[in-house]
């Protein structure tokens, strides 16, 4: 169904999201903003600001993914957390996640009902940060009843090739699931396919959006600029999918829903 709302300029980045994968939407927020929600992403690293929900991980010391510390969440003042959770909590993070034209996108890729799965801050800190592999956002590992398609990825500082920018390779997420349980591609399923031949990088300027499907296969390297590189991912899905929890299922905000739809 047409969407009298949408921008031709995302009609076609959507276009080229469910072809290859992987879109640009280009500048989505103010300098002013974007400004804010750096010093607001150091302030919760800090611990300068704080909301009981939020979901902390460190950095690995060797920059190697096998070797995060998991759950152990937050560890005391430092800017090596390489990713934050749940930043729908914080004001100043919910009105990026709740930038219209988002909306509007949404509802064209997932239909009348949007829910968000998370809002995650995704760091490489000035030291490096960690090697983030091939890997797709779905699997029985999210728990959910249907695997979400759509995630949205705002660069908050500049995230050039040397900076660890966002890879892709492009139309795997035609492919499906790689593994049942989802998250990291195995070797032995990225060796045959590939990979490193075909992955293309996609650097971002501070305060560009991309949308990455979550089937495609992407990755991120260490950062080698001294600066830090952060970006807000968003993974959307439409209103009917239902956490699988039995005991205490997570309920999921509602985004986006107006009665007019
Ligand atoms: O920004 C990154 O380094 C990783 C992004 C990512 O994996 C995602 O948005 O799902």
Known sequence: MPDSSLLEVDEEAIAHYRAEGWARLGTT???????A????????????????????QL????????????????????LNYRKIEKLEH??????????????????AVLGPTIQLYRAVLFSKSAAG????????????FWGITKDPQLQIWTALDDAPEEAGCVEVIPRTHLGGIATPLG???????????????????IPARAGESLLIHNYVWHRSRINTTGKPRRALTICLMDGETKCRRKKGPRQFLRLFNDETR
């Not at 950095?59 to 430092?78: F, I, M």
């Not at 914080?90 to 509802?107: C, N, S």
Request: hydrophobic letters at 35%.
């Open 37 to 56: 929600l750096r010093t607001r992403a150091d302030e919760i690293m800090l611990g300068k600001v704080s909301y009981p929900a939020l979901f902390f």
């Open 59 to 78: 950095d690995a010391e060797s920059g190697n993914y096998d070797e995060l510390s998991r759950g152990k969440g937050y560890q005391g003042a430092s």
């Open 90 to 107: 914080d004001p100043l993070f919910r009105e990026l996640i709740e930038t219209p034209r988002f909306g509007d996108i949404a509802h």
């Open 29 to 35: 927020i103010s300098e002013d903003k974007l400004a």
């Open 183 to 201: 998250g990291v591609i195995p070797d032995y399923v990225a060796g045959p396919a590939n990979a490193e031949s075909r992955a293309i990088k």
């Open 129 to 140: 940060g960690t090697y983030l592999p091939w890997h797709q956002d779905c699997g029985t």
